[in-house]
């Protein structure tokens, strides 16, 4: 992809989600793994894998959940094994887990794949069509931790989450990268560090503390 398209996808995404709120997601998918794992342990070498699997899905679906609240992105609620979908701007977000990069996993969902329909005007960032441009007013992009595939290897968190947008149909991927190298974007362009205006406070007690031992 040329890095003009990149760019272009990169500063709407930016245009629309807070970094801040990218922060609260990486954080909430990395918990909701390491959970995933904990309420695991104990069950049988036959079923641990599987076990993990079904439990990555719910505890990270709640962490997501946790990371779009406090990030304002107004999820759908908790129900069963039905997407977290969150709203941001004019950016619908979800996410899926994947084993060594299998991304096919993510096309399996018939609700995914009604998401990414609403990528046909982002599109022509990659693939400038014959006719007028579109206006782009709504886009999906996916959250995608990639884990090792393997229990005895880093099971205990995503070896890599994802900022992803694929097409409409699903099929590939227009826009991917680590979402630690995403959020690097935000601070692109800027010359100087801005000063910490913060002025420390000790509360109440401890300032208390601290003054009797001083005297």
Same mark, same amino acid.
């Given at each position: 992809m040329p890095q003009s398209s990149r760019k272009a996808i990169a500063e709407l995404i930016m245009q629309n989600l807070p970094r801040d709120l990218l922060l609260g997601i990486e954080e909430g998918l990395n918990v909701g793994a390491a959970r995933a794992l904990s309420a695991a342990k104990g069950m049988h070498t036959g079923h641990v894998?599987?076990?993990?699997?079904?439990?990555?899905? +719910?505890?990270?679906?709640?962490? +997501?959940?946790? #990371?779009?609240? @406090?990030?304002?992105?107004? !999820?759908?609620?908790?129900?069963?094994?039905?997407?977290?979908?969150?709203?941001s701007g004019m950016l619908t977000l979800s996410r899926f887990n994947v084993s060594a990069r299998t991304w096919n996993n993510g096309r399996r969902s018939a609700m995914r794949r009604q998401l #990414?329909? #609403?990528?046909? @005007?982002?599109?022509?960032?990659?693939? !400038?069509?014959? +006719?007028?441009?579109? !206006?782009?007013?709504? @886009?999906?992009?996916?959250?995608? #931790?990639?884990?090792s595939g393997s229990m005895s290897f880093e099971p205990e968190a995503p070896q890599t989450i994802y900022i992803a947008v694929p097409d409409k149909n699903m099929k590939s991927w227009i826009f991917q990268e680590p979402l630690d190298s995403f959020c690097s974007r935000y601070f692109e362009g800027e010359s100087t560090v801005q000063p910490d205006m913060a002025q420390p406070k000790l509360k109440p007690a401890v300032a208390a503390e601290?003054?009797?031992n001083q005297s």
């Open positions: 894998k599987h076990a993990v699997g079904q439990m990555r899905s +719910f505890h990270m679906n709640e962490t +997501f959940n946790d #990371a779009l609240i @406090a990030g304002g992105a107004n !999820p759908t609620p908790i129900k069963g094994n039905s997407l977290v979908i969150g709203r #990414a329909q #609403a990528n046909q @005007a982002i599109e022509q960032l990659v693939q !400038p069509g014959l +006719f007028s441009p579109m !206006p782009i007013t709504e @886009a999906t992009v996916f959250f995608v #931790a990639s884990f601290t003054r009797k």
